[in-house]
């Protein structure tokens, strides 16, 4: 079949009804303030910036921008939690984490259409996998707050003190969760700060938390942007930063708390490696390929965006992925039918801009599939590089959107060298019926998660996190208790 013929076929195979999701049953305030001691508290200085939905640029919601004043109360707010929090039972804990999950469960619906409204992803998304991750990782550690002895044997675990975490805009609940749940489940009190595009799942994450009668000070939420998350990072009265977010970020921090006792741990970029063998099952990669890069619009630490595939089954696995392309819906988040919805904000939209641009400079051959992109609003089409190498700025800077570039390989040594040759190490993908394949080439690919033909998948008991400059520290299982502990 000719190539223009099999894309008509595509497109008119796929006719989908508009499939909106109900805005009718959540609740958004005009406005929000600080959630500080047990209670929703206007900040010092009187600030408030606008939140907008990036899908159509209308303003949501206004939301408190915290100052050194507001971050001075909700420390000592925190500080006086920890001496009653800290004492209480395992058991008693735990009681408190299996309720805030269980009200997480019971508004699923209302979380998934704001955390789709604030940020731009696909309600397919948020609904399936973000608000049901977040409800799993509070109910995973409710069940360790009772068991750290066990899982530290002979070592009386002590919690940390008071711990400041700053989270980014790609995981909005889901990132508030990994930090707040072990948190709690070892006996910590919080200062969480959401990202300033996204924070409107952590103000009602806020409400359920104020819902399940947890002593006031435990967790305070405070809004604002980079120089709120600095305010966190240089207070004296924290005992540990967690951070996840750009490696740029990453170092200041590093820089910021140099020479003080803080512990800190980072979660920062990457540029996974995605690596399909010729003995694959071609069509489950290609499904795989597309998750990888085109997951929540590319915005993912981990994501696949440096695809290998072995040169004997290159064009077909690039045809077939062309095709499969033709057939992604861009567009509304909040229709049920999206794959790739909005771009998070209009700064990301230029970054991934700016690269597309480099990589045509640089004389990498694009393809993009013909979408209609809505007028208003932050988008980008799914786009791929071809005729690249590793010298190329696309292939190895973190561009955090829906671009993926395609090289080549032909032995399992090269492309192992090829994917471990980057200043990240966070994932990377194989795909091949092969078992003896997958282990070897697991053991030598430098990430923290590598997985085996499949992608971007999530547990609350699976450990994630970096090598080199991805940062350091684990978050989820037995592992991400560690960080929030100390063994005396
Ligand atoms: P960012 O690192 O600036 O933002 C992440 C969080 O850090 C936000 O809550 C922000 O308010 C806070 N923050 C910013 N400056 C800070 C400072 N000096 N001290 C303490 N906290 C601070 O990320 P940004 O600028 O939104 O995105 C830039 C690039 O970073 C993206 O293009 C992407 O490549 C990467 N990124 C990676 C993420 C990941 O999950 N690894 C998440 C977000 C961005
Ligand atoms: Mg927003």
């Known amino acids: ?13 796929w006719n989908y009804s508009e499939a909106p999701e109900s805005i009718s049953h959540i609740q958004i305030q005009k406005k929000y303030d600080l959630y500080i001691d047990g209670k929703f508290t206007k900040p010092v200085k009187g600030k408030y910036f606008d939140t907008i939905n990036p899908a159509n640029e209308e303003i949501i919601s206004s939301v408190a921008e915290a100052t050194i004043e507001d971050i001075d109360v909700a420390v000592k707010a ?3 939690a920890f001496t009653g929090w800290s004492k209480l ?10 309720r805030i999950a269980r009200l997480i469960q019971e508004r699923a619906r209302e979380f998934a259409v704001i955390e789709s409204m604030d940020g731009g992803k696909p309600i397919r998304e948020s609904r399936d996998i973000d608000i049901p991750l977040s409800a799993n990782h509070f109910f995973y550690y409710a069940g360790w707050a009772d068991k750290l002895e066990y899982a530290f044997p002979n070592k009386e675990p002590k919690p940390v003190g008071v711990v400041g975490q700053i989270i980014p805009w790609n995981f909005p609940l889901l990132m508030a969760a990994w930090k707040i749940a072990p948190a709690l489940a070892t006996g910590n009190t919080i200062i969480l700060k959401p990202a300033e595009t996204t924070p409107l799942t952590a103000l009602k994450l806020a409400e359920v938390i104020q819902l399940s009668g947890l002593p006031k000070g435990v967790v305070n939420i405070v809004t604002g942007a980079g120089k709120t998350g600095a305010d966190i990072v240089n207070h004296p009265g924290i ?3 967690a951070f996840t977010g750009s490696t740029e970020v990453g170092r200041y921090i590093a820089k910021a708390i140099a020479g003080t006792d803080k512990k800190v741990t980072l979660e920062l970029g990457g540029k996974g ?7 694959a ?4 990669a290609v499904e795989g390929i597309i998750n990888a890069i085109f997951f929540n619009q590319g915005h993912v630490c981990c994501a696949g965006s440096r695809l290998f595939v072995q040169e004997s089954v290159a064009d077909k696995v690039i045809q077939k992925l062309k095709d499969r392309m033709e057939n992604l819906i861009v567009g509304d988040p909040l229709d049920k039918n999206t794959d790739i919805g909005a771009i998070n904000s209009k700064k990301q939209l230029e970054t991934i801009e700016n690269y597309i641009n480099i990589g045509l400079k640089e004389g990498g051959e694009i393809y993009q599939p013909d979408c209609k992109l809505p007028k208003k609003g932050n988008w980008c089409a799914p786009t791929l590089f071809l005729n690249v190498s590793q010298s190329h700025k696309i292939v190895q800077e973190e561009i955090f959107g829906p671009v993926l570039t395609i090289q080549t390989f032909r032995t399992i040594n090269e492309v192992i060298e090829k994917a471990n040759n980057t200043p990240y190490g966070l994932s990377a993908g194989v795909w091949t019926q092969n078992g003896a394949k997958i282990f070897h080439s697991t053991q030598k690919l430098a990430a923290g998660v590598v997985w085996a033909n499949t992608f971007n998948k999530f547990d609350a008991a699976s450990p994630f996190g970096g090598y080199k400059e991805s940062g350091f520290g684990r978050e989820g299982g037995l592992h991400g208790l560690k960080p929030y502990l100390k063994f005396e």
Not at 273 to 279: G, K, R, S
Not at 281 to 284: K, T
């Open 281 to 284: 099952a071609i069509d489950q």
């Open 78 to 80: 925190a500080r006086k």
């Open 273 to 279: 490696a995605n690596i399909i063998f010729e003995d």
């Open 1 to 13: 079949m000719q190539k223009k013929e099999t894309k008509k076929l595509f497109k008119s195979s």
């Open 239 to 241: 005992n540990k930063i």
């Open 89 to 98: 039972s395992g058991k008693e804990r735990g009681k408190y984490i299996f």
